[in-house]
């Protein structure tokens, strides 16, 4: 770097004002970090129409010892790993087999991947009366084959699952997409070198295909697991957290406190939902992060 | 919440009729600045009715315009009307529940006492006690008294010769013949869809049984020394529900089955019982007016066939916000509604009637068969206020534990304990006393 | 070639069949019960209607409860343009400086980018605030909290696009006695078309199909957006699934429009974006 450079990049500098971090800040600040940091107040608080009142740990210790709140918890983490999951094995198959050379290839695309663009409280009416144990078509389609259909959303067992399946079936699309995208990516010359080598497609898949689609993966896993571990839509159009609280999640336990007017108890579910978030995000963003390194 | 929860739906096939009539105040909220009182009501058939005829009545005394806003019912309506009062951006009058939803407004905080006003004189105090709060009173009621209990299709009755039964075990009975007869599901239960609240009627509408037996319970369950897991008799209701589930009595789909479609199979006798309030036949006349008079009504029976007595909802109120600015219109409006005119009006609106709450006012002899079976009930004075008008404790969590004493996801000890620890909840918001 | 091609084309058929029935056939089952009789919906079977009522059915939907579903069209395109407008302006901004200026500050802006992103949103402290603002059941207040919620994602888009577009340019354009502001809105802005095609579509489809947001900060009839009109229908139409489907109908649509003229940029977009941050 000469020495005429240094003044002209000052000079550029502060051609990139800091207050263009206003206005965004302005809106970010006050509707989103305000409330996060005051709902670390609110939870400590007994608060309705009446006004606040200071209760330490007393929501907090609700949530853990009712056995519906903390199954909401429990029902949380279930539905985050699992629609996860099953998006990842999905998804990396279905990308996999719609990069190989078949036909149809574009309208199998565009069938898998736009369900991801249309409301989910639609889909959660449509899946609801599909999933009716009698008149549903899909038990319906089963008892044709001679196979009892199970009660997929009112069997206390299922629920959770079902909706699950459900906010798989409407994502899978874009985790397909995101993998098309890394294995277009990956250059063809790794496979060629294999094909000298003799390797079978299972073993292209397992020691080329996979590992350099961990970036991919990462993605798939980090943008499914926050939105699993939020969802609500789904599940409040689907079950309303039924039958009883068996597939309560916290996302529907903070709405239905809000809604029974206990407002410090719905913050603190806020409270337990960022610090279950975090738990699983934080150590799951640094192992991710530092396997790319090592790659 | 029970109360509000059978008004929420609205029978789809009248909902466009009555849409017609509200047709020009969808859009308004606010105050009256178009010199017209605007009053906010929940969407269903019920209130509807009653709130329309109530309106055109006055507008054709008056020549004052009413406008009626519309909002959804259910936990989402109460919402509603908290964020409204509080954000002072109420119309001049609400409709809405009396009891113990009522205490949650903190009314003393939103609401204008209506204790000095004269038109109150002719309130009842049973009614009065629905909507009293320390000293101060706070709405006028619109509507009729309402029964908790066992909606029965007749034709099945009378095709199995049973007998309305005035005990339990009775009652028992008569759903193992029903289920033995084969035809016909002995209970209806509707848990589908939004229609969990419907699974509360065993518990709720078995306070009459419960005051029976223990005379002091609504005190010492308000200051917390009696609870539903340790009084036995307020645990029978969680018990019953747990008998009828497990005796193989429900429907089928009692899991998948909406309300709307739980009334239609009982009008269609594929169900004989249907736990739930007398505010469903308005419903059912809405969808298929000549059902009503396949249907009859007894209370949810207890122990004692001598003293086999119903459980009363108190029917909802207007409500006077502290935040309506101008209240000389709005305390007229309440003046007519507690008034003679204003029962008949209501009457001459709906043909589902009860007995009414202000005094001096008449009801016609012509009625359906379960609301002259309704009305046996008060004749003989064997009637008790449901726990939530005598009490302002009420855990908003019972229709999912309901919901699961039903599917046999939880036993009847376990929700009641799991019921006590939901109520103690909201005690503890309310801040009462000893919680 | 030729021998590959006939490799494909039975797993091809067998994908098609498997993707009709999982993905086509719930949508036919919308489209159909839109299109039957109260009395025939109500047997919500998998069939052809033997009566046609399409026409009646839209009209029902369309008048139901006073034209809501048209109000709510209304709100729902306000909402979504105006927050989408905001949203994709302001955060360019950010993603640009964000770009072009690291600091000491930048680790900082990282971490409340990623925060947005991951934290979920406070619900009640946030009514709250909008309360004290005068905000709250406003359509205003609500096209701020989502311009809120979908910023985070769009500066990660815009930083690292903005990254792909020489310095030179900017340098060039200060030569020429460009100003910041109009640095900014006049050269690089325009640059930024691809990402900022990207970025409405993918936040237009979000927002308009929100619906936790307009049902906790925008209660109420009078003011409802699509998605509560399909929540609110629901409870009326227990009995009419011809016209609760009508319904569903009528939203998915202007989506699938939407997917129809801009395909290729969503995928590119989403796909970019996604695997680059």
């Keep these: 770097m000469t020495t005429t450079a240094l003044p002209r990049l000052r000079k550029s500098r502060s051609h990139y004002p800091l207050w263009f971090y206003l206005p965004a800040g302005a809106v970010y600040g006050v509707l989103f970090i305000v409330p996060t940091i005051a709902s670390f107040y609110f939870a400590f608080t007994r608060w309705n129409m009446s006004g606040t009142e200071f209760i330490g740990f007393e929501n907090f210790a609700l949530f853990f010892s009712e056995p519906y709140l903390f199954q909401g918890m429990v029902n949380t983490f279930i539905y985050g790993v699992l629609t996860s999951g099953l998006k990842v094995v999905l998804g990396l198959l279905l990308a996999v087999f719609l990069t190989s050379q078949i036909i149809a290839r574009g309208y199998l695309r565009s069938v898998i991947f736009f369900p991801t663009l249309v409301s989910t409280v639609g889909v959660g009416i449509t899946f609801t009366v599909l999933m009716d144990p009698e008149e549903g078509l899909i038990n319906r389609a089963l008892a044709v084959l001679g196979v009892a259909g199970p009660g997929w959303l009112t069997d206390p067992d299922l629920a959770l699952i079902s909706v699950a399946l459900v906010d798989v079936w409407k994502g899978v699309g874009l985790a397909t997409l995101i993998y098309i995208a890394g294995v277009v990516a990956i250059p063809q010359e790794f496979f060629e070198a294999a094909k000298v080598d003799g390797a079978s497609a299972y073993q292209n898949l397992r020691h080329i295909t996979l590992p350099l689609l961990r970036p991919a993966t990462a993605t798939v896993i980090v943008l499914s697991l926050i939105g699993g571990l939020r969802s609500f839509d789904l599940i409040w159009a689907m079950t309303q957290g039924g039958p009883g609280f068996t597939s309560d999640v916290v996302a529907s336990v903070i709405f239905k406190q809000y809604q029974a007017g206990f407002w410090g108890l719905s913050s603190a579910g806020n409270v337990v939902l960022f610090l279950l978030v975090a738990a699983l995000m934080v150590p799951l963003y640094w192992k991710l992060n530092r396997k790319e390194v090592e790659q | ?435 | 070639m030729r021998r590959r091609r006939s490799t494909g084309v039975v797993p091809g058929l067998i994908a098609i069949v498997l993707s009709a029935v999982v993905f086509l056939v719930p949508f036919a089952f919308i489209v159909l019960t839109a299109s039957k009789t109260r009395a025939e919906s109500a047997l919500r079977e998998f069939s052809l209607p033997t009566q046609w009522a399409i026409v009646e059915n839209f009209m029902a939907v369309i008048e139901a409860r006073d034209y809501m579903l048209l109000l709510a069209f209304v709100n729902s395109t306000i909402l979504t343009v105006a927050s989408v407008s905001i949203m994709v302006v302001l955060a360019a901004m950010v993603g640009y400086v964000m770009q072009r200026r690291p600091s000491r500050l930048t680790p900082l802006l990282n971490a409340l980018v990623l925060a947005g992103l991951i934290i979920p949103p406070a619900v009640v402290p946030t009514i709250w605030v909008l309360q004290g603002l005068g905000l709250f059941r406003t359509l205003h207040g609500l096209i701020l909290i989502e311009v809120a919620y979908g910023l985070s994602f769009c500066v990660l888009l815009f930083r690292a696009f903005v990254a792909t577009i020489p310095r030179e340019l900017d340098e060039a354009a200060v030569i020429d006695g460009a100003g910041p502001v109009r640095l900014f809105f006049r050269v690089v802005f325009p640059l930024l078309r691809s990402v900022i095609v990207t970025a409405v579509i993918v936040q237009s489809v979000a927002v308009f199909n929100d619906f936790q947001n307009p049902l906790y900060f925008l209660p109420g009839d009078t003011n409802a957006t699509v998605q509560l009109t399909l929540y609110n229908f629901r409870s009326q139409y227990t009995t009419q699934w011809n016209l609760l489907f009508m319904d569903i109908l009528l939203i998915t649509i202007p989506p699938l429009i939407m997917y129809a003229f801009f395909n290729r940029q969503i995928v590119a977009g989403l796909t970019s974006g996604a695997v680059k941050g």
């Design chain 2, 1 to 435: 919440m029970l109360s509000t929860q059978p008004l929420r739906r609205t029978a789809a096939g009248a909902a466009a009729a009555l849409a017609a009539g509200l047709a020009l105040t969808g859009c308004s909220t606010g105050g009256g600045d178009d010199g017209a009182l605007n009053i906010l009501i929940d969407n269903s058939e019920a209130t509807g009715q009653l709130m329309q005829a109530l309106a055109d009545a006055y507008t054709e005394s008056t020549g004052v315009e009413v406008e009626l806003e519309l909002r959804p019912g259910g936990s989402e309506g109460d919402n509603i009307v908290k964020t409204r009062l509080q954000t002072g951006d109420m119309p001049d009058l609400f409709f809405y529940n009396s009891g113990s939803l009522l205490q949650a407004l903190a009314p003393d905080q939103t609401l204008v006492d209506l204790s000095s006003e004269s038109y109150m004189d002719v309130v009842t105090d049973t009614f009065k006690d629905g909507v009293r709060a320390g000293d101060a009173l706070y709405g006028v009621p619109v509507g009729h008294a309402v029964g908790g209990g066992v909606l029965y299709n007749l034709a099945v009755y009378e095709e199995l010769g049973l007998e309305v039964p005035t005990t339990w075990d009775a009652f028992m009975a008569n759903n193992q013949a029903i289920l033995d007869a084969g035809e016909t599901a002995p209970v209806i239960q509707t848990y589908g869809t939004e229609s969990a609240w419907t699974s509360q009627l065993f518990v709720l509408g078995d306070n009459y049984n419960v005051l029976a037996a223990e005379p002091d319970w609504a005190e010492e369950y308000t200051g917390n020394e009696a609870h539903f897991a340790d009084t036995p008799a307020a645990a029978a209701g969680f018990e019953h529900l747990q008998e009828v589930a497990e005796g193989g009595f429900l429907n089928s789909d009692y899991a998948s089955l909406t309300y709307n479609e739980g009334l239609a199979a009982l009008a269609a006798g594929e169900g004989a019982h249907y736990p739930m309030l007398t505010t469903a036949l308005t419903e059912i006349e809405a969808t298929t007016p000549d059902a009503v008079d396949d249907l009859g009504f007894f209370a949810l029976p207890g122990t004692d066939a001598a003293n086999a007595g119903l459980t009363t909802w108190l029917p909802g109120a207007l409500y006077l916000p502290q935040s309506t600015e101008d209240q000389g219109p709005a305390q007229d409006f309440l003046a007519f509604v507690a008034s003679t005119e204003g029962c008949d009006a209501q009457t001459a609106g709906a043909s589902v009637i009860g007995p009414y709450f202000i005094e001096g006012c008449t009801v016609p002899e012509d009625v359906p068969p379960a609301v002259a079976q309704l009305q046996t009930y008060f004749d003989s004075g064997l009637t008790a206020p449901a726990l939530e008008f005598l009490s302002p404790v009420k855990g908003p969590a019972l229709e999912q534990i309901t919901v699961e004493v039903g599917s046999g996801i939880r036993t009847a000890d376990d929700a009641a304990a799991l019921y006590d620890e939901d109520v103690k909840k909201q005690a503890q918001q309310l801040g009462l006393e000893g919680w």
